[in-house]
């Protein structure tokens, strides 16, 4: 699974070269694969699942539904979180200079495929 998991990434990265690294953990934080050269992807699994906890009780307490996705802007490039299924993450780094529209078109589709092989590995 975990090599199908970072062929989707790599895909992703090919697409949009402003893509910097991508990971996938699972809904309790745990690293499942990683392609984020230059960040502490372990950490990163860690504070996205939290991040990803949070995102769904704002959602759920605004009464819109169940989490998505969610992205932030830092100054040097955005970290965007997408949920992949019911058991992981996809999180997405970018550089400041990615079209925001073309990476949600391009990472859903990911985190959706991503989300069924974590899906299908745990049953």
């Not at 893509?19 to 499942?32: F, I, P, R, T």
Request: hydrophobic share 50%; no cysteine; proline share 2%.
């Amino acid at each position: 699974m975990e090599q199908d998991v970072l062929a989707e990434l790599g895909r992703l990265r090919h697409k949009l070269p402003q893509v910097q690294g991508a990971l996938v953990a699972s809904a309790d934080g745990l690293l499942v694969a990683e392609d984020a050269g230059g960040v502490e992807a372990e950490t990163m699994a860690a504070m996205s699942a939290a991040y990803l906890g949070l995102a769904q009780q704002i959602a759920l307490g605004a009464a819109y539904g169940e989490f998505q996705e969610t992205v932030t802007r830092a100054a040097g490039g955005y970290v965007a979180t997408f949920a992949a299924g019911t058991h992981a993450l996809l999180t997405v780094l970018a550089d400041a200079g990615i079209n925001l529209g073309l990476l949600h078109h391009e990472a859903r589709p990911v985190a959706a495929r991503v989300g069924e092989l974590v899906s299908a590995s745990q049953g």
